[in-house]
């Protein structure tokens, strides 16, 4: 089992950086791929950004390229996100998963809120 606890959100004008952080416990996440997940008021939860264990690849969501960025410290058992030129429309509960592949996420934090204003 993998716990996830996210940090780092809170409230940011728009054009402002955010960086997340998610402290991963259990088991190292060295062997396990890492995502961010976001899911705004009244939508689904979407992908954002994903990383696989090894590290040579990271998908992204179309909406996040060139802002958004992730990056796993092992040693510290931590995943990142920095989230670059926010916008409103950024505005979401972000959650962390890991999962064995980039194409299935087994396990889930709880999520930390986002908000973008105008």
């Known amino acids: 089992q993998v716990q996830l606890v996210e940090s780092g959100g809170g409230l940011v004008q728009a054009g402002g950086s955010l960086r997340l952080s998610c402290a991963a416990s259990g088991r190292t996440i060295s062997n396990y791929a890492m995502g961010w997940f976001r899911q705004a008021p009244g939508k689904e939860r979407e992908f954002v950004i994903g990383k696989s264990a090894s590290g040579t690849r990271t998908d992204y969501a179309d909406s996040v390229k060139g802002r958004f960025a992730i990056s796993r410290d092992n040693f510290k058992n931590t995943v990142y996100l920095q989230m670059n030129s926010l916008k409103p429309d950024d505005t979401a509960v972000y959650y962390c998963?890991?999962?064995?592949?980039?194409?299935?996420?087994?396990?889930w934090g709880q999520g930390t809120q986002v908000t973008v204003s105008s």
């Open positions: 998963a890991a999962g064995l592949t980039v194409d299935r996420y087994n396990y």
